[in-house]
């Protein structure tokens, strides 16, 4: 009777999750509790895989289900996001089981099957990106109806650019702007492209905005092929490995390594850098490995996840989540990050300044422009109180330089030094930004990722030498004996 009741409730389910996602999905986890709560009063706990078969089995219904063309809908996100949560889940325990004693070498290839996966779904959407802005530019030089072009550049294909670009264009003979069209026909369009195109559509400076994000995704581009010295994951997945590693030799080797050198010197003890390594060991394994055990599923479940959807998130300048908003302040209190992120947000600035004012507008609306970019919110906040001195009365150069935007922009709107150049200094300061960000860029990269193989040279040293070091005390003990 009760396998009767679940096949009923699983069609219905599935049913319901393809007429009504919404519904299905707000009330799946109390149908699924309540038939296992059931199947655990009656004893019959073969019936409780009937839980998990109605639960998959309505996501994909849901998944599945109907929904608007160029659009997609919270159930359908939720149901998805659960779905890949689930399988890497099911991975994860699979490689587990699979691996046993070497499952945490199995964990480590886990780890950088993930990461190639994630490596390569950014430089997809790179490089979509980058096809459709370019497509965009190319019909706008070409002085070509846009709708007319997109859709002829769509041609009949069905690949994913191909789709973006019809979303574009119905969007665009519906009457949107193109910044409207694009966020509506291609969501997961970075956010600076986004925001530069909006400013430069209420100038009037449209094709030069599209010239200039080109040159920039083409300049990213390239700066993604050069070849980095160390990637950043690597000290942390080498530093998880070597712990792991170490534990597990604690644990089960040098317990017998101790009665073995107990015996056979007579009571002498590991040497001060294995006794140092056992100590560092069980503090973190064993006086505090609840803790660690925590941190490490809070990381694992919970941090990774978020920190892949941020990363796959576009930003949102207009109305900025939580998250970026946290992720500015702390960028824009941090020593190094500081001046990457004021010096990125200079670029940008300095680059709307000189279109607007090329477009014959004022300086207030030239500031009031720069607002709606994708630029740190903490900056953001200082080009605010710079509009509302300059739109008090106050000197141009002299608000800049109060509000901290800098000498540099100051200088450039100084009536006094440069009178009628103030569009020849921007763009002397848009090539001179781009070009330090990209300078200190590699000075970073060159000067602190030998520093760090270093350091993580030293510690597999040190780790080597205090396991090594034992043996060494036994062979000469053993060699005392020999030849007294």
């Known amino acids: 009777m009760f396998a009767i009741i679940a096949i009923l409730i699983l069609l219905l389910c599935v049913i319901l999750g393809f007429k009504k996602p919404g519904i299905a999905l707000v009330t799946l986890p109390v149908v699924c509790f309540l038939l296992g709560f059931v199947a655990v009063l009656r004893e019959t706990f073969a019936n409780i895989l009937f839980v998990p078969a109605i639960f998959l089995a309505t996501l994909l219904a849901v998944l599945m289900a109907r929904r608007e063309p160029d659009s997609e809908e919270w159930p359908q996100k939720c149901a998805k996001w659960i779905l890949i949560i689930l399988a890497f889940l099911l991975l994860f325990i699979t490689v587990g089981f699979v691996f046993k004693p070497l499952s945490i070498v199995g964990l480590m290839f886990f780890i950088l099957f993930v990461g190639s996966i994630i490596a390569y779904g950014l430089t997809s959407r790179h490089a979509t990106t980058a096809y459709v802005v370019s497509t965009i530019g190319s019909s706008m030089r070409q002085n070509l109806p846009l709708p007319m072009a997109l859709e002829s550049a769509a041609g009949g294909r069905t690949d994913h650019r191909s ?35 909006a400013a430069a559509e209420r100038i009037d400076q449209l094709p030069l905005a599209i010239k200039s994000i080109e040159a920039d995704i083409v300049t990213k581009a390239d700066e993604s092929r050069k070849i980095s010295p160390v990637h950043p994951v690597y000290p942390v997945i080498l530093i998880i490995f070597m712990f792991f590693i170490v534990s597990g030799l604690m644990w089960m080797v040098f317990p017998q390594f101790h009665s073995v050198l107990t015996e056979m010197t007579e009571g002498a003890q590991f040497p001060a850098s294995t006794r140092f390594l056992i100590r560092i060991t069980s503090f973190i394994a064993y006086d505090y490995g609840w803790l660690i055990t925590f941190l490490f599923a809070l990381v694992v479940l919970v941090v990774v996840p978020a920190s892949i959807r941020i990363k796959f998130r576009p930003r949102r300048p207009d109305k900025p989540y939580l998250t970026s908003r946290i992720a500015d302040f702390i960028k824009w209190h941090s020593p190094v990050l500081h001046w990457f992120e004021k010096n990125y947000s200079m670029v940008q600035v300095v680059e709307l300044l000189r279109l607007s004012l090329n477009a014959d507008g004022t300086v207030n609306n030239a500031i009031a422009n720069t607002l709606g970019l994708d630029v740190n919110n903490c900056f953001r906040k200082r080009l605010k109180k710079w509009l509302e001195k300059v739109e008090q009365g106050d000197n141009i150069a002299i608000a800049a330089r109060q509000t901290g935007l800098g ?78």
């Open 163 to 197: 789709r973006i670009l019809r979303r574009i264009q119905k969007w665009l003979v519906q009457g949107y702007s193109l910044s409207e069209s694009i966020k509506r026909g291609y969501p997961k369009c970075p956010g600076y492209v986004v925001a530069m195109i």
């Open 407 to 484: 000498s540099p922009l100051a200088w450039a709107f100084d009536e006094q030094v440069n009178q009628g150049n103030t569009l020849t200094v921007l763009e002397t300061l848009e090539s001179l930004y781009r070009s330090n960000y990209s300078y200190r860029a590699n000075l970073v990269r060159f000067i602190m990722w030998p520093c760090v193989t270093l350091i993580m040279g030293a510690m597999v040293g040190f780790v080597v030498y205090a396991i090594f070091s034992p043996l060494i005390v036994i062979v000469n003990h053993t060699a005392d004996l020999a030849f007294p």
